[in-house]
């Protein structure tokens, strides 16, 4: 029996997006049906960039309800993860890299009510995933270096989504796999075909001329990675 959703999630990422037209953007998402929104939040340390923190959380949480799958790309998660939660996220993502301590902070995301995700660098296997698989509710792989949108997808990346469909069908736990980073129509219906869920994609949304379309297209896309 498969331990998958049948229909695949896209999440747009917001760091593509206006940032003085946030509400906008989550307008176009709701409209667009089958999407989460996706946030990425950086504190210059952890990656060279700086984004945005809690109250820009908190002002999304009071503009939709669509699910906010906050990425956090930050030194130290524990310290503010549980913090994304109460401003309103349904799904928080820490880095395997950032954190050693990831069961704690894992358990952390968990009891404060949202899903809790591991994030890995394009560096890092799958395979050191094999002790916490039940402790995570989805496994976000980066195709490309965090810190930035719109570079390119790392095509490596394909090989490890198939060995993490592999590790959840042994262990037989059902978490969601998520790839973040140069997602688009040439490559997203493969990845999904390769066992991931949930795709995210800022610049092939945010930066395409008609972004509704984009996102339908996508959508299709991965719809025919299920059939
Ligand atoms: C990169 C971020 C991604 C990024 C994706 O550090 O985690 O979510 O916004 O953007 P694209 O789809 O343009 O690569
Ligand atoms: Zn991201």
Redesign the pocket.
């Given at each position: 029996m498969s331990l998958r959703p049948l229909e695949p999630l896209l999440a747009p990422?917001i760091?593509?997006a206006d940032f003085a037209r946030l509400a906008d953007a989550l307008r176009l998402l709701e409209e667009a049906g089958g999407c989460s929104v996706?946030v990425?939040v950086?504190d210059g340390r952890f990656?060279p960039?700086i984004t945005l923190g809690m109250p820009v959380v908190a002002a999304l949480r009071k503009e939709t309800r669509l699910p906010l799958d906050c990425?956090l790309?930050i030194v130290e998660p524990l310290k503010y993860a549980v913090e994304f939660v109460k401003s309103g996220a349904d799904w928080v993502s820490v880095h395997q890299e950032a954190d050693p301590h990831l069961h704690r902070t894992l358990s952390a995301i968990r009891a404060a009510g949202a899903k809790a995700g591991v994030v890995l660098n394009p560096a890092t296997p799958v395979e050191t995933l094999v002790d916490l698989v039940e402790d995570f509710d989805f496994a976000l792989l980066?195709?490309?270096?965090?810190?930035?949108?719109?570079?390119g997808?790392i095509p490596r990346t394909l090989d490890k989504v198939k060995r993490l469909d592999a590790l959840r069908t042994e262990r037989q736990t059902p978490f969601l796999i998520q790839v973040?980073?140069?997602?688009?129509l040439e490559n997203a219906q493969e990845l999904v075909w390769a066992g991931a869920d949930v795709l995210?994609?800022?610049?092939?949304?945010?930066?395409a001329p008609d972004p509704l379309r984009a996102i339908r297209d996508l959508l299709a896309e991965m719809r025919k990675g299920r059939s």
């Open positions: 990422s760091l593509s996706h990425d950086m990656v960039n990425h790309m980066m195709s490309v270096n965090p810190g930035f949108g719109g570079q997808f973040d980073g140069g997602v688009g995210v994609a800022g610049n092939a949304v945010f930066k």
